[in-house]
Nanobody, 126 residues
Framework: QVQVVESGGGLAQAGGSLRLSCTAPGSTFDDYAMGWFRQAPGKEREGVSFISWNGGNIWYAGSVQGRFTISRGNAKNTIYLQMNSLKPEDTAMYYC???????????????????WGQGTQVTVSS
């Protein structure tokens, strides 16, 4: 069974910071993407931020650009999401996704990705 592990969620006050981590299986693609989706109660799942493993290309949702930073770790297929200046609107379950095609059009869609974590909850209080 594939293993996708997220961590780093928790409680934060508005204006605070959290750092999410994810380790996931690799890809069958020559270049592939990993990243984060989130889903709040009553809302649709949305892409947050993604990075291609070989090329290092990065994409951010407009709602988090300038506040969140995605990066690659030293371990293979490990990514981080540094979340600063958190807002209550950031409250959601955050899902790590891996083995996505780096060649599909933007914005990323859930169907691009083969492997998913169980999610880590981020709650931001006002």
């Amino acid at each position: 069974q594939v293993q996708v592990v997220e961590s780093g969620g928790g409680l934060a006050q508005a204006g605070g910071s959290l750092r999410l981590s994810c380790t996931a299986p690799g890809s069958t693609f020559d270049d592939y993407a990993m990243g984060w989706f989130r889903q709040a109660p009553g809302k649709e799942r949305e892409g947050v931020s993604f990075i291609s493993w070989n090329g290092g290309n990065i994409w951010y949702a407009g709602s988090v650009q300038g506040r969140f930073t995605i990066s690659r770790g030293n371990a293979k297929n490990t990514i981080y999401l540094q979340m600063n200046s958190l807002k209550p609107e950031d409250t959601a379950m955050y899902y790590c996704a891996s083995d996505g095609s780096a060649y599909y059009p933007l914005p990323p869609r859930s169907s691009y990705f083969r492997y998913w974590g169980q999610g880590t909850q981020v709650t931001v209080s006002s």
